[in-house]
């Protein structure tokens, strides 16, 4: 059975600290890994991973993907108050469908 | 504005009135995608659509029905509602990439809380 797990399931950090949230997939015909950060609202998202080792950055946040142990970790640098939300890892996998996967999401909160 | 719209935010209803929850997007996307989230099993998937009149099941679609006659609207239908249906719902849809699937980013909806007393 496809599973996405997430690590940890919630965090609490001070301003400043530096964070690593973690997924691990199983899914069939694995095509993609995206990350969102929801808030009290729709998710939105952060990036998409297809290929191993390549990394995805915007501003304080970056991403990478190890296709071959089958994990993900999202880092948030010098955290701030406004990245408290749960972050989504979602993995698009195709058994003749295309269907994406969700964990149950990391709570974050970051404490000023 | 691009956006996704569903309509309404909020409902609370009873077992086996039927329900229609609509979605709506502006972006000339051609997937689309309805999903409930519930406390401690994240985002699951019940339907998507492909393109007009090409429709499938998610994870969890017993209990729902989906119809793709335009390619801005997605309604999720509730035949019979039961409590077991008492959810967060998210409407989402994106591109369709070049090589026939879903593209990068999939945009999501405001949510739809719904109740089923």
């Known amino acids: 059975e496809d599973k996405v797990v997430q690590s940890p399931l919630s965090l609490v950090v001070h301003e400043g600290d530096t964070v690593t949230l973690n997924c691990s997939y199983e899914v069939t015909n694995f095509r993609s890994l995206l990350w969102y950060k929801q808030e009290k609202k729709a998710p939105t998202f952060l990036f998409m991973l297809t290929s191993s080792g390549i990394e995805k950055k915007s501003g304080r946040l970056s991403s990478i993907l190890d296709k071959k142990e089958l994990f993900s970790i999202l880092n948030i640098t010098a955290t701030q108050t406004g990245d408290s939300a749960v972050y989504l890892c979602?993995?698009?996998?195709?058994?003749?469908?295309?269907?994406?996967?969700f964990g149950t999401g990391t709570r974050l909160k970051v404490l000023a | 504005e691009a956006q996704v719209t569903q309509n309404p935010r909020y409902l609370i209803t009873v077992t086996g009135k039927k329900l229609t929850v609509t979605c709506s997007q502006n972006m000339n996307h051609e997937y689309m995608s309805w999903y409930r989230q519930d406390p401690g099993l994240g985002l699951r998937q019940i339907y998507y659509?492909?393109?007009?009149?090409?429709?499938d099941k998610g994870d969890v679609p017993e209990g729902y029905k989906v119809s793709r006659k335009e390619k801005r609207n997605f309604p999720l239908i509730l035949e019979s509602p039961s409590p077991n249906q008492t959810s967060l719902y998210f409407c989402?849809?994106?591109?369709?990439?070049?090589?026939?699937?879903?593209?990068?980013?999939?945009?999501f909806g405001p949510g739809t809380r719904l109740t089923v007393l």
């Open positions: 989402a849809s994106s591109f369709k990439g070049a090589s026939g699937r879903p593209g990068n980013e999939q945009f």
């Open positions: 979602a993995v698009e996998g195709h058994s003749g469908t295309y269907k994406y996967i």
């Open positions: 659509s492909m393109n007009v009149e090409v429709t």
